[in-house]
């Protein structure tokens, strides 16, 4: 049984769509900033902001919201898009992103902008501080859920597998983490600046399941984060496997598209790609 | 006006139409090359930031000698401290919030305590980063290296000063932190211009009798310079003072350039707490007393925005450096 209707599907994929437009406008507009990983997770923020989290955009702190951390803070840009779709600011407010005084700072900062939960940008801390909320959850008895998203190139850290031998000691069912698995980071391909391989068998030696999706698929990335949830006695990992700038295909699995933005002339050709794309996602039929 | 004649200076300090711009890290990488053609021994380790450090710069040339350990800064100054120990002349390289950020008490025991002669290289460091915003903008790196006993502490000026530091770090049997930034600044020295690690210069000397002194570390030397233009056409005599290594301080030096100074105006792009203003301070305090004002951050993060827009917010121009000078003069 699908967890999603057709419909559902579409609409999502439509606001994936669209969520990457408003991200490549951001950063156009910022002159500075990250477009591969963004363009990647573009589809899972959707997913999450119109679909998965238990949120509300017009009360972001509301008690019992599911809390999503997102710790490879160099991809903020996609979520500032998706939240700026969802409700919680205006798309002109996305489009200040990194400006002097915004609150769309150049990594997110909690202070500035409580919404995003913490602040990150410095690699390897977030499932730690993940695990840190599911396990006062768990205290408090409290019964929403931790979600941490987070990249290969941060499993490099050693601070990472400090917080997943953690998070398997405490038996953190309460928490689910989703890893940007789209091989690439600054200096090349994953596996040859540092060997990550094989993840999925780490993972499991660390007492966590592990599920593996295809991270563009929505209805994958959905029943994974359901499927996590029956899962009683572990922490789950879903390796996301997806396309470092999905969605324009001329700079699809180019690591050198890691950390700049495109220039003018190059968004211009970019958004046309996008558009043409999500034309191609039929409007949906139902809501 | 009245630059030193032992410390000649780029025409274009005085000339904005001769000014020359280039990033302290451009020099870090040139330096480094340099210091890799004299040396077989010295070697680079990189953190997955090989462009932006410049540490592409020597992997280029000595592919042999260029070490990848991933994203993990931590990993990467305890590795550098056992090839150290094996006779090797590491330097790692990453930013400086995350080295010597994250790593500071691996830097601490295994290179410091340890005594292993690790060059430390914070690239990105200060506000000048700019949009990355606070969490890549390090404001307190000299602060947590230079409390660290054995630690040799060097802020260049400009990119030639960075060369000739890089290239002296690696003969320098200490430990070293080297610190650079990310944008481009003007070039200040030349090729000429002497540098050797722990020596302070001064750079300006003053037309009239008790002079207010600015002293500087890393590329404030050039807010320096411009603020004691204007002072000086508005009558008031400054000398400036260019303190590249913050530790260990060149006291002879120090005391000397500020006997008798009306007061002092330390100048960094860093919290002003633990920084140059501290170590000159504690200085002062034990030898001569002297009234002091603070140029750098007050205790604030960064933030995103272009660095000239943060210059402004944190108070770090030449119009800020005036001001301080007179409310110096006020006291
Ligand atoms: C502790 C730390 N070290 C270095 C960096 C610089 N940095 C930013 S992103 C990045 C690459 C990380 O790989 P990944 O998250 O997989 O990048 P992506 O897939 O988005 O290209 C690095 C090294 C950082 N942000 N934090
Ligand atoms: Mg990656």
Same mark, same amino acid.
């Given at each position: 049984?699908?967890?999603?209707?057709?419909?559902?599907?579409?609409?999502?994929?439509?606001?994936?769509?669209?969520?990457?437009?408003?991200?490549?406008?951001?950063?156009?507009?910022?002159?500075?900033?990250?477009?591969?990983?963004?363009?990647?997770?573009?589809?899972?923020?959707?997913?999450?902001?119109?679909?998965?989290?238990?949120?509300?955009?017009?009360?972001?702190?509301?008690?019992?919201?599911?809390?999503?951390?997102?710790?490879?803070?160099?991809?903020?840009?996609?979520?500032?898009?998706?939240?700026?779709?969802?409700?919680?600011?205006?798309?002109?407010?996305?489009?200040?992103?990194?400006?002097?005084?915004?609150?769309?700072?150049?990594?997110?900062?909690?202070?500035?902008?409580?919404?995003?939960?913490?602040?990150?940008?410095?690699?390897?801390?977030?499932?730690?501080?993940?695990?840190?909320?599911?396990?006062?959850?768990?205290?408090?008895?409290?019964?929403?859920?931790?979600?941490?998203?987070?990249?290969?190139?941060?499993?490099?850290?050693?601070?990472?597998?400090?917080?997943?031998?953690?998070?398997?000691?405490?038996?953190?069912?309460?928490?689910?983490?989703?890893?940007?698995?789209?091989?690439?980071?600054?200096?090349?391909?994953?596996?040859?600046?540092?060997?990550?391989?094989?993840?999925?068998?780490?993972?499991?030696?660390?007492?966590?399941?592990?599920?593996?999706?295809?991270?563009?698929?929505?209805?994958?990335?959905?029943?994974?984060?359901?499927?996590?949830?029956?899962?009683?006695?572990?922490?789950?990992?879903?390796?996301?496997?997806?396309?470092?700038?999905?969605?324009?295909?001329?700079?699809?699995?180019?690591?050198?598209?890691?950390?700049?933005?495109?220039?003018?002339?190059?968004?211009?050709?970019?958004?046309?790609?996008?558009?043409?794309?999500?034309?191609?996602?039929?409007?949906?039929?139902?809501? | 006006?009245?630059?030193?004649?032992?410390?000649?200076?780029?025409?274009?300090?005085?000339?904005?139409?001769?000014?020359?711009?280039?990033?302290?890290?451009?020099?870090?990488?040139?330096?480094?090359?340099?210091?890799?053609?004299?040396?077989?021994?010295?070697?680079?380790?990189?953190?997955?930031?090989?462009?932006?450090?410049?540490?592409?710069?020597?992997?280029?040339?000595?592919?042999?000698?260029?070490?990848? *350990?991933?994203? /993990?800064?931590?990993?990467? #100054?305890?590795? @550098?401290?056992?090839? =150290? %120990?094996?006779?090797?002349? $590491?330097?790692?390289?990453?930013?400086?919030?995350?080295?010597?950020?994250?790593?500071?008490?691996?830097?601490?025991?295994?290179?410091?305590?340890?005594?292993?002669?690790?060059?430390?290289?914070?690239?990105?460091?200060?506000?000048?980063?700019?949009?990355?915003?606070?969490?890549?903008?390090?404001?307190?790196?000299?602060?947590?290296?230079?409390?660290?006993?054995?630690?040799?502490? *060097?802020?260049? /000026?400009?990119?030639?000063? #960075?060369?000739? @530091?890089?290239?002296? =770090? %690696?003969?320098?049997?200490? $430990?070293?932190?080297?610190?650079?930034?990310?944008?481009?600044?003007?070039?200040?020295?030349?090729?000429?211009?002497?540098?050797?690690?722990?020596?302070?210069?001064?750079?300006?000397?003053?037309?009239?009798?008790?002079?207010?002194?600015?002293?500087?570390?890393?590329?404030?030397?050039?807010?320096?310079?411009?603020?004691?233009?204007?002072?000086?056409?508005?009558?008031?005599?400054?000398?400036?003072?260019?303190?590249?290594?913050?530790?260990?301080?060149?006291?002879?030096?120090?005391?000397?350039?500020?006997?008798?100074?009306?007061?002092?105006?330390?100048?960094?792009?860093?919290?002003?707490?633990?920084?140059?203003?501290?170590?000159?301070?504690?200085?002062?305090?034990?030898?001569?007393?002297?009234?002091?004002?603070?140029?750098?951050?007050?205790?604030?993060?960064?933030?995103?925005?272009?660095?000239?827009?943060?210059?402004?917010?944190?108070?770090?121009?030449?119009?800020?450096?005036?001001?301080?000078?007179?409310?110096?003069?006020?006291?």
């Amino acid at each position: 049984m699908p967890y999603l209707t057709d419909g559902q599907r579409l609409r999502l994929e439509r606001i994936a769509a669209e969520v990457r437009i408003l991200l490549i406008e951001m950063l156009v507009a910022a002159g500075s900033g990250h477009t591969a990983g963004p363009l990647g997770m573009a589809d899972i923020f959707t997913a999450f902001y119109f679909h998965i989290l238990r949120h509300n955009p017009k009360d972001p702190l509301w008690e019992d919201r599911d809390r999503l951390i997102l710790s490879n803070g160099h991809i903020v840009p996609v979520r500032y898009a998706a939240m700026a779709l969802a409700g919680y600011f205006s798309r002109e407010e996305a489009l200040t992103l990194r400006q002097f005084g915004s609150r769309m700072q150049g990594h997110p900062e909690r202070t500035v902008l409580p919404a995003v939960e913490t602040t990150s940008g410095p690699l390897g801390e977030g499932l730690s501080q993940a695990a840190g909320m599911a396990l006062a959850a768990r205290i408090q008895g409290k019964r929403h859920r931790i979600y941490c998203i987070t990249s290969d190139g941060e499993h490099d850290a050693g601070n990472t597998w400090e917080a997943v031998m953690f998070a398997g000691k405490y038996r953190l069912s309460n928490l689910t983490a989703i890893m940007d698995r789209n091989n690439i980071q600054i200096n090349g391909m994953t596996e040859d600046v540092m060997p990550l391989e094989p993840l999925r068998e780490k993972y499991e030696a660390f007492n966590w399941h592990v599920l593996e999706i295809d991270g563009h698929n929505m209805e994958e990335i959905v029943a994974a984060v359901e499927h996590a949830k029956a899962i009683y006695e572990k922490p789950t990992m879903i390796i996301a496997h997806t396309i470092p700038g999905r969605g324009v295909p001329e700079i699809e699995f180019d690591y050198r598209w890691h950390g700049k933005p495109p220039s003018r002339e190059e968004a211009e050709r970019f958004l046309r790609q996008l558009r043409t794309l999500a034309d191609v996602v039929e409007a949906p039929q139902h809501e | 006006m009245a630059p030193v004649t032992s410390f000649p200076l780029h025409p274009g300090v005085l000339d904005p139409r001769q000014r020359e711009m280039a990033a302290t890290r451009d020099g870090f990488g040139r330096g480094v090359v340099e210091a890799g053609e004299r040396d077989a021994r010295v070697v680079v380790l990189c953190a997955d930031l090989a462009e932006s450090t410049r540490s592409a710069w020597f992997r280029d040339r000595f592919p042999d000698r260029y070490i990848e *350990v991933g994203v /993990a800064e931590q990993n990467l #100054a305890a590795v @550098a401290s056992g090839m =150290a %120990a094996e006779g090797l002349i $590491p330097f790692i390289t990453s930013y400086a919030a995350f080295s010597p950020g994250r790593n500071w008490e691996q830097i601490r025991t295994t290179i410091a305590l340890n005594d292993q002669p690790v060059k430390v290289c914070g690239m990105h460091a200060g506000v000048s980063v700019g949009p990355d915003g606070a969490t890549h903008q390090a404001l307190e790196d000299i602060a947590i290296m230079r409390v660290i006993p054995n630690m040799t502490v *060097v802020a260049p /000026a400009d990119a030639e000063e #960075a060369r000739k @530091a890089t290239a002296a =770090a %690696a003969a320098h049997p200490t $430990p070293v932190y080297l610190r650079f930034a990310r944008e481009k600044t003007p070039i200040v020295t030349l090729p000429e211009t002497p540098f050797t690690i722990g020596k302070a210069y001064v750079v300006w000397e003053a037309d009239g009798e008790h002079p207010v002194v600015l002293a500087s570390t890393g590329t404030m030397l050039f807010i320096a310079l411009e603020a004691a233009k204007a002072l000086e056409a508005s009558g008031v005599a400054v000398r400036v003072l260019h303190i590249p290594t913050v530790k260990p301080l060149d006291t002879a030096t120090i005391l000397d350039a500020t006997r008798g100074a009306r007061g002092v105006v330390s100048l960094e792009e860093h919290q002003v707490a633990g920084g140059l203003g501290s170590a000159l301070a504690e200085l002062f305090v034990q030898h001569q007393l002297l009234p002091m004002r603070f140029v750098g951050v007050q205790d604030r993060f960064g933030q995103s925005g272009k660095p000239d827009e943060l210059f402004q917010e944190y108070h770090l121009t030449p119009r800020d450096v005036i001001e301080a000078v007179q409310a110096l003069l006020a006291e």
